[in-house]
């Protein structure tokens, strides 16, 4: 790839829990170019959103990023002060959250949290100014009767009006890279698909990156262009959403695609046989071989790292193993 806008590399985030140490983490590598869509997949619980939050320096006690490096834009967020780096969250990079009401105050009106959003990035800018842009960009994401819904509380909207409130205030300083973490799961099918058709609207016009953190393979299918799929702390595939789709290679992602209901099919769904296992105890080897169809002895003892199956395209599994890539599940 080229030169990034966002190059994470071994990250490592770990909570320090009372039960012992929780590796929500575990060494992972993401690279985002500028304007591109990718998707972060997986099931509750894989590091997903962890990774996003050491990102956004959002880490609540117990945890903490003990290793690794987060570049933006040529910057390691890293080596930063706790202010630069808010300088830059809500400027540069924002992120957009599942649940819209636990984001928005509920006493402030949503015209002026918008407001403030702005004008703490833009201090030369006039409150009347302020308003006018908000106004603007409340109409851009397609929010009826904008001046009026601007001196409105949270909860007088809808939850779809709600979730294109916080797109507005994620996108109204034209950031370069958009987190959106589950930002449809709470709506309903068709909000939701309004919702993505306007995300990937604004991205393509404002040329903005977006990491997509997502449970929903359809989802990525829609929206993104390159995929992480994520597994108990650990990136498990990656490489472009067209070649995944068309050529899976690692047996949880494909347990995930083989899980996605098919309306037109008679056939019972397909679940991955087993639960994700605790981070605290941790399966020696592969850490996906107790609920793997294609475990072979040497998945019980030991960890594999990362096989390049074909080119750009990426799988923790030894079915990958130096020119074993025709091994796909
Ligand atoms: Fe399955 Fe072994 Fe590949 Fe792990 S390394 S996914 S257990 S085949």
Known sequence: MGDALLQIEDLHTTFYTRDGLVRAVDGVSIEIEAGESVGIVGESGCGKSMTAMSLMGLLKKPGKV???????????LLAMTAKDRRKLMGNRISM???EPMTSLNPVITVGRQV????LLHNKGMSRSQAKERVIQMFQLVGIPDAPKRYGEYPHQLSGG???RVMIAMAM??????LIADEPTTALDVTIEAQILRLMKDLQEDKGTAVMMITHNLGVVAQFCTRLYVMYAGKVMESGTVREIFKH????YTDGLMRSVPDMKSKERLYNIRGMVPSMLHLPKGCRFCPRCQYSMARCFEEEPQIYEASPGHFARCFLFDQGKGEKRP
């Open 115 to 118: 407001r403030e959003a702005l």
């Open 66 to 76: 003990d290793g690794g490096s987060i570049v933006f834009d040529g910057q390691e």
């Open 96 to 98: 957009i959250f599942q």
């Open 161 to 163: 009006l709600r979730q």
């Open 248 to 251: 899976v290679c690692h047996p």
């Open 172 to 177: 109204v300083c034209d950031p370069g890279l």
